[in-house]
């Protein structure tokens, strides 16, 4: 509903822009020339300051706690609201920003105070993040990767049965735009039986929706999968850097660890659910013979909605192309439907053991590749292994990632007689290994 | 030198105390009748209150500094301050606790304001932990697990290479005392091809020791092997329980994940590097044609005396043997000898790749099991993966742990000539799954 009218807002830039239009009123986490970190709402090329709003009296009951929630420089309380303080909050910014809003010239008798240039604030983290969690439910990915170790055999018998994640590293999740440092590590060389030490040689990207967790639960008590989607606070953009030549020698026998806690950098604005409601779809039908979910991961509700269709964009930019001002090049236009579970099936199975999920846990779906040429979300799958370099339009090859590269994620929700909305982005440059 | 004077408190109950002489002097946070959390010291039966004796006067300088850092209910910030605070507060506390001490009356004349009995005060969580990560570094439980899959192989290629860890679960971490409510999840029964959902049937525990990390790194820099020690605060019991059964069906290709996630229990009170520091050792000679470490894990003062001679215990007591006024059964008693890696080089490996460590980081050392029968340190290696029950004085077999059953971890340090310190208990019982 609130995607049909209002429709348009009295922010100019918010009208017809690709990720923030008045529909969207993504929350994060910003500053100003090195101000406290405060929340505010992105709406096209401004930012709502929303605790000046609040100390402008814009802002009462339902949706003024919400406001006062976001103390302090994250949204971790906020979340803890649920879904009721969201909405009030949404409905209430609607009101503010709308084309026909009463309040307008109250908020702009204010200047740019209340409504700052995007442009001249710094993004932080959206809030303190307990615990990531990163999910592998991107089955083309799965197949992919599986491919290129069994052929024959690609997936596990355990993928089409359990939403398959491990534990990742909470403290270095950073927002958009923080430099990648090329991690050193070590690894072991083709047809060697010794390891060797020294920088990343095959550094990648893995495109991800991140999920960041609204209310938690108490320990020992489990999320049903009908209750999943009030504990789960809004979305963004995730590349969780994976060094694969680490990764290789490390991983087993219980999983990767440094070759992918040197950094995780995630879109700093957080996509709320009730933004992306337009954009839901069924969970696409099982393939013939696949099995049903086990009953704690079947909610009806939940096959016939809760799904996304998000369209998914990987952008590559290296040193020279930029000082020949090429356009970036497109590496993956995939989709969040290649999800073989869906969000509320993850919160319900990350707890069905008692485990306590708190706000501000952060999610990755894992790797969203599609089966195509063009849909993979890696480079480990585009180039498979780096057997198959890719050729850009600057003269340059990649097999992986160069220093100087950067990755810029995408994402937007179309449909049609919808506005869309986008997520901004999410980027990283590599720098040299110290 | 401060375990060989002074030897005896004023404080009675701490002279030949199993676990906290005046040569302990370990560091928690308490609270009585519900009150707010803060810090202690235990002495004896005793809890020396640091923030009621600082607001005594009995703390000042960079003592002082350390006790005010301990203020919110948690430890981290005292942490972050490093070797010197803790060097300077465990000074100051040898002076006040001394059977010598000029301040005896002055701390007496307070009654037990300043030192609550230990059996009144309800213990917590010492810090507020950012991330947990489990290491594998028990290398006979590594080769006792291998061989249950790989007879001829237990243990893996990067074994003697790469200290193993991955990430754990932050949020379920909690002190001893708290029940284990038996875990539900999916597992794969004999024969099957496809999983059922339940309650755990397999339950069990792990023997390690825990990690307090001080010191943090910032983002991007490694901490230097030389480095290391000034990044550990001290040291707890950790029980890493584990639902086998729900392991074995979900932990390929990323790990464990819901068989560990749903509780991880420590020893409340922070035993630090100093009050260890006279039972270091070499760390054992590596075996014939055992490689070195790479040079980022090799330090010589580290391996002249980096490891630890702790023993382990681990009991268990069972509702029919409390009914029977029996004693615990000893099901392992092992050392912390069998680290393959130093806790310093765990920490140069975490964070080789740049990855950041912050004050209150927990670390486990993975299983610590000896070599023989007896020394164990999970039912998983002692009943053979449940082939080989073991019988109790009771009556009663085991092959993994029944509701009721209660598992209690403990470690002693001794060596001629020197006071022996423990570490207080580690205790959890098993709730019947929800």
């Known amino acids: 509903m609130t995607h049909v009218s209002p429709t348009r807002s009295w922010v ?20 100003i020339a090195g101000g406290a970190p405060r929340s505010g709402v992105a709406i096209g090329e401004r930012i709502f300051d929303l605790q000046a709003a609040l100390q402008a009296g814009l802002f009462e009951s339902a949706a003024g ?29 609607l009101e503010l920003l709308r084309e026909d809003s009463p309040l307008r010239d109250k908020i702009e008798a204010q200047g740019d105070r209340l409504l700052p240039r995007a442009a001249d604030c710094q ?15 991107g089955i083309e990915h799965a197949q992919n990767v599986g491919k290129l170790f069994r052929p024959d055999n ?46 990343c040689a095959r550094l990648d990207y893995e495109l991800e929706l991140g999920i960041w967790i609204g209310q938690g639960n108490a320990l020992g008590e489990p999320i049903a999968i009908g209750d999943a989607a009030e504990h789960i606070a809004g979305f ?56 049903q979910p086990l009953p704690y991961l079947l909610d009806t509700r939940d096959q016939a909605g809760g799904a996304f269709d998000i369209e998914l964009e990987v952008l590559l930019l290296t040193e020279t192309m930029r000082e020949q001002n090429l356009p970036a090049h497109r590496l993956t236009l995939s989709n969040t439907r290649y999800m073989y579970w869906t969000v509320a099936q993850m919160v319900a199975h990350h707890s069905v053991n008692g485990c306590q999920l708190q706000a501000g846990d952060l ?30 339009a600057s003269g340059e090859v990649r097999k992986f990632l160069e220093d100087g590269d950067e990755i810029i994620l995408r994402a937007r929700c179309s449909r049609e007689g919808m506005t869309s909305i986008g997520f901004g982005e999410c980027r990283g440059k590599i720098l040299p290994a110290r």
């Open 12 to 31: 100019a830039s918010a009208n017809d822009h690709a990720d923030f239009p008045l529909q969207n009123l993504p929350l994060g986490i910003f500053s």
């Open 65 to 93: 706690d919400a406001v006062a929630a976001m103390d302090g420089g994250q949204l971790n309380a906020f979340f803890d609201l649920g879904r009721s303080a969201r909405v009030a909050l949404r409905e209430r910014l």
């Open 123 to 137: 993004m932080h983290l959206p809030a303190k993040i307990s615990d990531y969690t990163d999910f592998y439910v």
């Open 154 to 199: 690609p997936l596990l018998p355990n993928y089409k049965y359990v939403p398959i994640g491990y534990h990742g590293r909470a403290s270095t999740v950073r927002p958009s735009g923080t430099d990648v440092r090329r991690p050193k590590g070590q690894t072991l060389p083709a047809g060697q039986t010794e390891p060797t030490f020294g920088p």
């Open 236 to 291: 963004c953009l995730l590349n969780d850097w994976s060094a694969r030549d680490i990764q290789a020698w490390e991983y087993q026998p219980l999983g990767p660890f440094l070759s992918k806690s040197f950094l995780t950098s995630v879109s700093p604005w957080v996509v709320t659910a009730e933004a992306l409601e337009p954009f839901r779809r069924p969970q696409p039908a099982r393939p013939e013979g696949d099995p």
């Open 363 to 392: 999610f990755g779906s894992g790797t969203l590749s599609g089966p195509e040429n063009g849909q993979f979300g890696s480079l480990l799958e585009i180039t498979e292994g780096g057997k198959k370099p890719i050729e850009l």
